[in-house]
């Protein structure tokens, strides 16, 4: 069984034939972006407008492909999810997914290229001069706090909210946007608890060598929408910080 959803404003042209169906998505060449055993990335350039097509094939056993939920499925979700939360990802085009004998077979989601952004990681290894502009790392940074309360709110984790994964336009005034969230998911109680402080473990794990511990304390500040820290926030931070130092080295 197969289903494929094409946003109806891209269902003429050369994208309407190219996205028309899972079929035509799997056929369709471009310049590959990245690839492993299980996915692949790349990124088209039809009617002046670029693309990427994210392509899954099967993963893991038969039960594991019947009962999981499969990565792509949860990318394309995913962003839906943010762009009802008001939170801004790249417009999402076509998705959708095919099984065989009721277990995932292959899937893929579009999205529409965000032109002159870059992700936040790239910026940090590259040095670029607008991390050290307090103003321009304060919007950032709101924007960030803002997001990433809005998923915590809805009791939403990301659990792979990395400076990789959020991207910024070079506009004056910087638009943030995330991206890449196929693990993201619902959570409860202590679990979610939990959820929470890795998200925020994940984005100080490159913060904290890029920002100072006055602006690490102003974007939690900004998260909890607080002039100060309370007695629990003191704990949370805590947690926050020892999260990484607790993970097995790799």
Same mark, same amino acid.
């Given at each position: ?89 790249? @417009?999402?085009?076509? +998705? ?5 004998? !009721? &277990? *995932?077979?292959? $899937? ?64 004056? @005034?910087?638009?943030? +946007? ?5 693990? !993201? &998911? *619902?959570?409860? $109680? ?61």
């Amino acid at each position: 069984m197969s289903a494929w959803t094409l946003d109806p404003e891209y269902a003429v042209g050369e994208a309407g034939k190219a996205f028309v169906d899972l079929d035509a998505v799997f056929a369709q060449q471009g310049k590959q972006i990245t690839r492993d055993s299980l996915s692949e990335v790349l990124y088209v350039q039809l009617d002046g407008r670029g693309y990427y097509v994210k392509r899954y094939w099967a993963e893991g056993g038969y039960v594991r492909r019947v009962i999981s939920r499969p990565r792509i499925k949860g990318e394309w979700q995913n962003l839906l999810y943010f762009r009802d939360w008001g939170i801004p990802v790249a @417009r999402v085009v076509g +998705y959708g997914m095919e099984r065989r004998a !009721g &277990a *995932f077979h292959r $899937g893929a989601v579009i999205t529409e290229e965000l032109y002159e952004t870059q992700d936040l990681a790239q910026l940090a290894s590259t040095g670029d001069v607008r991390l050290r502009d307090r103003s321009w790392v304060t919007q950032v940074m709101q924007q960030i706090a803002d997001a990433t309360r809005t998923m915590h709110q809805r009791r939403f984790a990301h659990n792979d909210l990395k400076w990789r994964n959020i991207l910024v336009n070079d506009a004056p @005034r910087p638009s943030v +946007y995330m991206i890449d969230c196929p693990t !993201g &998911a *619902f959570w409860w $109680g202590p679990f979610l608890e939990h959820r929470k402080n890795k998200d925020l473990a994940c984005l100080d794990k490159l913060g904290k060598t890029q920002l100072s511990r006055t602006q690490r304390l102003r974007f939690y500040l900004m998260y909890v929408e607080q002039s100060r820290l309370q007695s629990a926030d003191k704990k949370r931070i805590r947690l926050v910080l020892g999260h990484m130092d607790r993970r097995p080295h790799k």
